[in-house]
């Protein structure tokens, strides 16, 4: 049986290496959920102070660091920064404790949900109203930043915050493909029971998590404008940001599904 997969796997690895014909479509700029947070969101936040939840990633399309972002804007505090697998800068190897610390160039604590919790507790929630959620996802379920997205909404839950999600494009598009999780394997690696290659936005998965999987926070999603399901990275216009060292280029996250399949038969 694990041959089978395997070779199965090894046939939807050689299949997504292919060229990608969307990949050659005219660039259609998509306005990020950041970038719609930034211009017209951020007025419910006046006088709230925020926790964020980032890395490299969370950067508008002219690149700019949403931390960065927030902290221009004077009607809104900023209590603390929250790092997830591959630490704040992205540069991490994947599985490393990433440890806690304070920024330097921010002064901003920085807590990470990749070291001795993977879930934020009282303490580091102290002082925060709203937790915002700013990470680029690759569209794979083993990927462990939505994983990180749905512990800090159940610590939201817990803790009476709201939490905001800042929506991003799935880079491989909204083709649902792969094995659906079973719920006795569930693990970081996969928390609930969807298809290895998912099909949805961080902000779509937050949606699905809250409500379907009954988490229960007082979530907000701030939807990105002219994205369509259809599109593949090129076609959004918008620069790739290396999400992990794993993932340098957009395209890797094409094979990344399968190679998930590999390992779980090998």
């Known amino acids: 049986m694990r041959n089978l997969v395997a070779f199965a796997a090894l046939a939807l690895l050689i299949a997504l290496s292919q060229p990608m014909r969307a990949a050659t479509l005219p660039p259609a700029h998509v306005t990020l959920g950041d970038e719609v947070f930034l211009r017209d969101g951020w007025h419910d936040l006046h006088g709230r102070c925020v926790g964020v939840i980032t890395n490299q990633t969370g950067v508008t399309s002219r690149l700019e660091s949403i931390v960065d972002a927030i902290k221009r804007n004077p009607a809104i505090c900023i209590k603390a920064i929250y790092a997830p697998e591959h630490g704040l800068r992205g540069d991490r190897s994947a599985g490393a404790y990433v440890p806690s610390y304070t920024d330097e160039r921010t002064g901003l604590p920085v807590y990470s949900l990749y070291g001795a919790t993977r879930r934020p507790n009282a303490a580091m929630l102290a002082g925060v109203d709203v937790l915002l959620f700013d990470i680029q996802d690759v569209g794979d379920r083993a990927y462990t930043y939505i994983s990180t997205m749905a512990n800090v909404m159940q610590a939201a839950q817990a803790f009476h915050k709201e939490i905001w999600v800042l929506d991003r494009p799935n880079p491989i598009g909204g083709m649902v493909e792969g094995p659906v999780l079973e719920p ?69 996250a094409v094979v990344y599904p399968a190679t998930g399949l590999i390992d779980s038969a090998g």
């Open 184 to 252: 006795r394997f569930e693990s970081f690696i996969g928390l609930y029971p969807i298809a290895m290659r998912h099909g949805m936005t961080v902000g779509e998965l937050a949606r699905l998590f809250n409500q379907h999987f009954r988490i229960g926070a007082r979530l907000r999603v701030i939807a990105m404008r002219g994205y369509r399901h259809s599109m593949l990275w090129p076609a959004t216009g918008l620069q790739w940001v290396q999400t992990s060292p794993n993932i340098p280029e957009w395209d890797t």
